[in-house]
């Protein structure tokens, strides 16, 4: 599980090839450590069951996204090294969310 303290900074922008809103998470080195052990352990319990499984991203108690972890593709779970790509509905809930994560 990763809290607040692991998110380096937060930034709202537009993915540019789907036009949808997205927030930025970098990590620190501790939350990419975490993220990846996190995902490392999905892709691990994908792998056993045989189907890919879903890790949720939530904050305040609301799930933003439900993103796959694809054994297959990852099967030593995600790296974070360039963050992660939150999808959101909108600019609104993008900038909403921004605030909310960054100090």
Known sequence: MLSRADIASA???V???TSQSVVLLRLTPDGRRKFHALTMHVADAGRRRQR???ILLAVDGKVLSRPYVDYHLFPT???AQN???VNLSSNRAAHDLVAKLNP
Do not use: E, K, T
């Open 15 to 17: 993915d540019p090839s």
């Open 11 to 13: 930034d709202a922008d």
């Open 83 to 85: 963050g992660i790509q």
């Open 77 to 79: 779970g995600l790296p």
């Open 52 to 54: 890919p499984l879903h």
